[in-house]
């Protein structure tokens, strides 16, 4: 397994068209429809990493590289046997990329909200957090944990039993400045 994060105010204008060229067309008729160059930059960055990423470890050509989505939401490489996870927030994007299973997130460091921490945390986490000096930093570490789970099994939130995604998964986290990456790996045991 191998991460990566890249800020998106260091992509200069020729990557940032080289990459949305490259973008299927659902992909670039979405990402055109955003009003915000940020929520453009992000898009389009972690679409970059992932095909840098995959290109580096399979030796595919960056513009030959094909990413599609699963009816689930799922992304996914046609044309090579890596999966991978993406995801982004302010002014990073990140991928993750492994031969099992994977899920990633970052999240910038926001207010806490106690309301939405009881709606997705179980009482043992709710209670970690209260007991916290730092409320807001724990409860995005936790949030982060649940959706590389999440992205991990392909399932969205709506449907995903959020309180208690956690339950037998082991999760990395890493903080950097005001962020958190949580990655999920499901490692294939029957061998």
């Given at each position: 397994?191998?991460?990566?994060?890249?800020?998106?105010?260091?992509?200069?204008?020729?990557?940032?068209?080289?990459?949305?060229?490259?973008?299927?067309?659902?992909?670039?008729?979405?990402?055109?429809?955003?009003?915000?160059?940020?929520?453009k930059?992000?898009?389009?960055?972690?679409e970059?990493?992932?095909?840098?990423?995959?290109?580096?470890?399979?030796?595919?050509?960056?513009?030959?590289?094909?990413?599609?989505?699963?009816?689930?939401?799922?992304?996914?490489?046609?044309?090579?046997?890596?999966?991978?996870?993406?995801?982004?927030?302010?002014?990073?994007?990140?991928c993750?990329?492994?031969?099992?299973?994977?899920?990633?997130?970052?999240?910038?460091?926001?207010?806490?909200?106690?309301?939405?921490?009881?709606?997705?945390?179980?009482?043992?986490?709710?209670?970690?957090?209260?007991?916290?000096?730092?409320?807001?930093?724990?409860?995005?570490?936790?949030?982060?944990?649940?959706?590389?789970?999440?992205?991990?099994?392909?399932?969205?939130?709506?449907?995903?039993?959020?309180?208690?995604?956690?339950?037998?998964?082991?999760?990395?986290?890493?903080?950097?400045?005001?962020?958190?990456?949580?990655?999920?790996?499901e490692?294939?045991?029957?061998?």
């Open positions: 397994m191998d991460w990566y994060k890249y800020n998106i105010n260091d992509i200069k204008k020729e990557e940032y068209d080289r990459f949305f060229a490259l973008m299927e067309e659902k992909k670039r008729e979405r990402i055109s429809r955003f009003k915000n160059i940020d929520d930059k992000r898009s389009v960055c972690a970059m990493l992932v095909k840098r990423a995959i290109s580096e470890k399979c030796g595919i050509k960056i513009d030959e590289i094909v990413i599609e989505t699963e009816d689930g939401g799922k992304p996914f490489c046609r044309n090579a046997k890596l999966q991978f996870s993406i995801s982004h927030s302010g002014d990073y994007a990140v993750a990329v492994s031969e099992y299973p994977i899920g990633i997130d970052i999240q910038k460091i926001v207010p806490y909200n106690p309301k939405t921490a009881k709606r997705v945390c179980t009482a043992a986490e709710f209670c970690e957090i209260e007991k916290s000096t730092v409320k807001d930093a724990e409860f995005i570490k936790i949030w982060t944990k649940k959706e590389a789970v999440m992205k991990m099994c392909g399932a969205g939130i709506a449907g995903a039993d959020i309180k208690n995604c956690l339950f037998g998964k082991d999760v990395i986290t890493i903080q950097f400045s005001d962020y958190f990456v949580s990655i999920c790996e490692k294939n045991t029957d061998s």
